[in-house]
């Protein structure tokens, strides 16, 4: 079984992190993310942490593309990742994972 149960783990546990820190911190998003910039140490982290978040974009864009699904049904993963990072890519994984139908004898019968 191909499932995505180890991306699904990891996306409710890292939702449920991000909601408790957004919950718990004093500040807004943004100046969270402004705060970050204004430091070269942590600038550089986030910048690093984007340029994989397009990256994955890029992969999540050729993946819905081979599959023949437009550009609109892949716009909700962009936004989420454009604020949330990994949740974006981690939602992709587990709906298309869910998706994908699975042989009904459970494999390859050769």
């Known amino acids: 079984m191909n499932r995505p149960y180890p991306a699904l783990a990891a996306l409710l546990a890292f939702c449920a992190y991000t909601g408790w820190t957004l919950w718990a911190s004093e500040q ?18 986030v910048i690093d942490l984007y340029l994989m978040a397009g990256l994955a974009c890029v992969w999540m864009y ?11 049904s892949l716009l909700p993963y962009v936004l989420v990742t454009v604020f949330f990072v ?20 459970g494999g390859d019968a050769g």
Do not use: C, H, M, W
């Open 28 to 45: 807004s998003l943004v100046a969270f993310g402004l705060e970050l910039l204004s430091s070269p140490d942590t600038a550089q982290l």
């Open 62 to 72: 050729r993946d819905s593309r081979s599959k023949g699904r437009s550009l609109v």
């Open 86 to 105: 990994s949740i974006g890519p981690l939602l992709y994984i587990v709906i298309n994972g869910f998706r994908r139908k699975q042989p009904l004898n």
